[in-house]
């Protein structure tokens, strides 16, 4: 599962509300495994608007990748932020690992890149 | 093909769906693959009209036919409630997660758009298909598009449906010729016969869903490979 994925995601376990907790979803024991990829820029700055950029740069801290707390006015121009973007949302991967939400402690596990986002008949 | 037969399954909602779309899907996935290779046009074309740097949901992916359509130029990640199928699609190195469509794990307006196709027809009652159709629309961003097929009761090809008969067993053949199971078994002399609940849309049945749902617009309706189609949007406050 690529990072871009993961600040798609929030917990959705019924009653759990909380927008501050529901994502990002913390990672633990997470394996993580670089994939290149090619970049595409006019691709990277169209979509920034739907990053949750706190949410991302919070992941890619606890993670130990660099990302600047605040994106640049001019994202287009600033070739060394988008390889920093390209590279953390694109390229890095977590094959392995939990995923779990800092509301209500649900653990959502990722095998094979896969995550599974399935609940249980009471959590829904 | 053989006949579809009226569903007459004395279960639950959940349990109808876990026994004839869930387990089936898990069991016929690398055959279901094989077939679902040719991407239908209308989704083509939709697909193909989306803004460079687009991101998109596809619920009910399958084994991610239409994920890599436009790799590198707009993003796409699946879910699907099959883990075999999903399987297939992380093989083929698509984003991808196991989740039930009626409860996405996906946060509020995160999306450009949404697909899902041939996927809201397994929903086994009213109340499920409105609440499949509400998730694809709480996941996009308010002036997002969803397409949605689901199959039609009214067909021209060569499958003939009792337009009396909405809610029906599929049955799906698997030739004899083929391994099958998740298993090492090689005595397979048979073909293997599998039955998947859909519920046939009538003609208006799909908008009339979409047309039902807070801030939503259809933009687009019509009929395309035996299914109906609609392109509805998430209007702006």
């Keep these: 599962m690529r990072l871009i994925t993961h600040n798609m995601l929030k917990c959705h376990v019924r009653n759990c509300t909380d927008p501050d907790k529901q994502f990002p979803l913390r990672f633990e024991n997470a394996e993580l495994e670089q994939i290149e990829a090619e970049r595409n820029d006019e691709f990277l700055v169209r979509m920034i608007p739907r990053l949750d950029w706190p949410a991302l740069v919070k992941t890619a801290t606890a993670l130990g990748i660099a990302l600047p707390a605040s994106i640049p006015e001019t994202p287009s121009e600033d070739d060394d932020f988008l390889q920093k973007l390209h590279t953390t949302i694109l390229e890095t991967h977590v094959k392995e690992g939990s995923m779990f939400c800092d509301g209500c402690g649900h653990e959502y596990k990722i095998t094979n890149g896969i995550p599974n986002m399935l609940l249980a008949e009471h959590e829904i | ?237």
């Design chain 2, 1 to 237: 093909m053989k006949d579809p037969v009226p569903d007459t399954l004395q279960l639950g909602e959940a349990d109808k769906e876990e026994q004839y779309v869930h387990s089936v899907y898990n069991e016929i996935a690398s055959h279901f693959s094989d077939t679902r290779f040719k991407p239908w046009p209308v989704i083509e074309r939709y697909l193909k009209g989306l803004p460079s740097g687009s991101i998109g949901a596809d619920v009910g992916c399958g084994n991610g036919k239409y994920l890599g359509v436009r790799t590198g130029d707009v993003f796409m990640m699946g879910t699907d409630r099959s883990e075999s199928l999903v399987d297939i699609c992380q093989q083929r190195k698509f984003e991808c997660m196991v989740s039930d469509g009626l409860d996405l794990p996906y946060r509020d307006s995160a999306f450009d758009f949404a697909i899902s196709i041939a996927v809201i027809h397994h929903f086994s009652s009213p109340e499920r298909r409105l609440q499949a159709a509400k998730e694809l629309l709480r996941i996009i961003r308010p002036g997002g598009t969803v397409l949605v097929f689901a199959w039609a009761l009214e067909q021209n090809g060569r499958r003939k449906f009792d337009p009396n008969m909405q809610d029906v067993l599929v049955p799906w053949v698997v030739p004899k010729s083929r391994k099958q199971g998740k298993g090492d078994e090689e005595e397979e002399r048979e073909d293997k016969v599998y039955h998947r609940y859909y519920h046939l849309f009538r003609e208006g049945e799909l908008p009339a869903l979409f047309e039902g749902l807070d801030r939503c617009t259809i933009l687009e309706q019509g009929y395309d490979k035996d299914n109906w189609y609609v392109i509805a949007r998430k209007d702006r406050l």
